[in-house]
């Protein structure tokens, strides 16, 4: 390989992306937008569930019930059930239901009888949330009544992994790794379009017609795209804080990602007829390759298909290290698995782009 | 014997069944053109393909100042320049800009592309993107392109076609230029002007074979046939006789022709490029 030559491709792929009006545009309008998206969205999480009410002469044990932090349920009053109806139909003040106690609630209970409590549930509350709400609403009862319920276990709640009870992930934490990889994914389709104008105008056969050798011509596309990608997901990162912690990782996370996403840009790149073609091919592996990323918004087990994915790694050091803040340790397994597939997904990409530029 | 500059002898290439070149021997002198003539489909792309590196022959032995072709092709391109047909420039950048990338790929100090850009008549407008040439400048910045690293030997696909007449001589002008200079060209062309004008030799190919290769004129003499038509006024009308050089006696036919009252025009006819080609191919050079 020609270290001078890679340099002067590397130096004309630098110099005509620049020129290529839509590839910056898209570029730099893919960073802001995310950045912009990124801020504005929610940066810690509510875990009160706030409940509408209507009370009467419930005053004092409705405040003690608010002043519980350990309930996580918040209560706003009130005056008439009419006003609370119109406010979960309406989804006013953040409430997600209401509780009616029907005027000779205190009356009844002492007398012995079994009032009806009305729950005004939205359409979309799940069963499990209506079951919540009438829980509530017993041990309201009993409250009142001044009796303990018939049967009262001992409950001990085992946290597996990490308690998040006061530290929810806020969406802006979850949705991280995705816009990372996400940029990632758009640099796919830039170096795509730059190695496709190469094959297509057969400038390629031009630059082959030097002392360049086609390694060179690889190695340059390969180190440009890389760069590019790297660049700008790193640049994005900055402005997301997604430095914060453990720097070092999140640095190589990024670079791995960025040479998995160059292998199928010159894939992607060397297979495109036209722009369109391009563009469709690009998609066609940018869609599978969110998927990780998607999954992570989804906090749960993840299927044994998702792991086969090739950014499965990407996405799972990227969460772990922003979200759980773990290790280098604790993320080699999967920083490997990336590696791997970055430089299978290099190997064939340059195959696939050598292949089709000895067709020309 | 000086060692040719390219010396190709019998080399083969198939695009799957079927033979593109069959069995193409030829030599290029230092300081000579030669014209590669046929139609559309004959071989001769390919043939240049071949020859700078693109693609591999099936069978025979490419030489270039020296050198054995794919074996050394590093240290042939660094001395080859080549126009291909189809204009592969980058659009986005000037022309400047193109000829200094490929200066640098063949690592040229203190290259001097305005000069360059000079010689081929762009240079009032080579801080202009190429996406903004016509054809015909687009034309000339490939010439310019192929003439970066002052080459040896210079191999011209086709590289006239399509273009308007002014910017044809041009370009006509920089490849005689460029075998006053001392380098081997190779002209691929359907055009049998440009093959008669240009060419030191010219080699007819056609479905892949070389039929002939001679100076154009010794093609022609060879196997065209001249004439002299002479007109002359015969009373109300006019008489015109055609006489074959190649003919017995055809000297002192030319003399009585010429010596009657009454003489009108006389014309000398040769046979062109085409009429040569038609009789080795069965053919015409078109299509």
């Not at chain 1, 990632?184 to 017609?209: D, P, Y």
């Not at chain 1, 906090?299 to 803040?325: M, R």
Request: with cysteine.
């Amino acid at each position: 390989m020609n270290a001078r030559v890679v340099d002067s491709i590397i130096r004309k792929d630098v110099f005509e992306f620049s020129r290529n009006r839509f590839l910056v545009f898209i570029t730099i309008l893919v960073l802001v937008v995310w950045v912009v998206v990124f801020w504005l969205l929610p940066s810690n999480v509510d875990e009160t569930v706030r409940i509408g009410v209507v009370h009467t002469g419930l005053d004092p044990l409705l405040a003690g019930l608010q002043g519980d932090d350990s309930v996580g349920v918040g209560l706003e009053a009130y005056s008439t059930e009419d006003e609370l109806r119109a406010a979960v139909e309406e989804g006013r003040d953040d409430i997600v239901a209401g509780i009616a106690f029907p005027a000779d609630f205190l009356d009844a209970t002492a007398a012995g009888e079994t009032p009806t409590v009305q729950l005004l549930v939205p359409a979309g509350l799940s069963s499990e949330q209506r079951l919540l709400l009438s829980g509530i609403v017993t041990e309201t009862a009993y409250a009142i009544a001044g009796t303990a319920p018939p049967v009262d276990p001992t409950t001990e709640a085992i946290i597996l992994g990490t308690d998040r009870i006061g530290a929810q992930i806020a969406l802006q934490d979850q949705m991280r790794p995705l816009v990372l990889v996400l940029v990632l994914m758009v640099e796919t389709f830039a170096l795509a379009s730059l190695v496709a104008i190469e094959v297509q105008e057969r400038t390629v056969v031009a630059v082959l017609a030097t002392p360049a050798r086609v390694n060179d011509f690889l190695a340059a596309k390969g180190i440009f795209g890389t760069a590019l990608a790297f660049i700008e997901v790193t640049l994005l990162g900055l402005l997301i804080g997604a430095f914060a912690v453990n720097a070092p990782v999140i640095i190589v996370t990024l670079l791995l990602g960025a040479v998995l996403v160059t292998g199928f840009g010159l894939f992607s790149g060397a297979f495109g007829r036209d722009f369109l073609g391009t563009l469709f091919i690009a998609f066609f592996f940018m869609i599978p390759l969110m998927i990780p990323a998607m999954g992570a918004l989804f906090p749960g087990s993840t299927a044994t298909w998702i792991k086969v994915l090739p950014t499965y790694g990407l996405v799972e050091a990227l969460v772990g290290v922003t979200v759980d803040g773990e290790s280098w340790a604790e993320v080699t397994p999967v920083l490997l698995l990336l590696a791997a597939w970055g430089a299978g997904a290099f190997v064939v990409g340059a195959y696939a782009l050598r292949r089709r530029v000895a067709t020309l | 014997m000086t060692t040719p500059a390219i010396d190709v002898s019998d080399i083969e290439f198939s695009y799957g069944d079927v033979r593109a070149v069959d069995g193409v021997s030829f030599t290029v002198g230092a300081g000579e053109i030669l014209g590669f003539l046929g139609p559309n489909g004959a071989g001769k792309s390919t043939t240049i393909k071949m020859l700078t590196g693109q693609l591999q022959p099936g069978a025979g032995s490419i030489e270039m100042l020296g050198m054995n072709m794919p074996g050394e092709r590093e240290q042939i391109q660094a001395r080859m320049g080549v126009c291909f047909e189809e204009k592969n420039l980058y659009l986005s950048m000037t022309g400047r800009e193109n000829l200094q990338f490929f200066a640098k790929l063949f690592d040229i100090k203190d290259f001097d592309a305005a000069e360059l850009l000079r010689r081929v008549g762009l240079h009032a407008r080579m801080d202009d993107r190429v996406s903004e040439y016509s054809k015909g400048m687009r034309q000339r910045l490939m010439m310019a392109r192929a003439l970066v690293n002052t080459p040896d030997l210079l191999l011209l696909d086709e590289p006239t076609d399509g273009l308007d007449p002014v910017s044809a001589i041009a370009i006509r002008d920089l490849i005689r230029e460029e075998a006053g200079r001392g380098a081997a060209v190779l002209l691929t062309t359907h055009d049998m002007h440009e093959a008669d004008s240009l060419s030191n030799r010219v080699a007819f190919i056609n479905q892949g074979q070389v039929l002939a290769i001679d100076t154009p004129d010794d093609l022609k003499l060879e196997h065209g046939e001249r004439t002299v038509r002479v007109r002359s006024r015969a009373g109300d009308g006019v008489a015109e006789q055609v006489i074959a050089l190649d003919e017995q006696g055809s000297a002192d036919r030319v003399r009585e022709a010429v010596a009657v009252d009454g003489l009108m025009t006389i014309h000398t006819e040769e046979a062109t490029l085409e009429d040569v080609f038609v009789k080795y191919a069965g053919r015409g050079l078109a299509g």
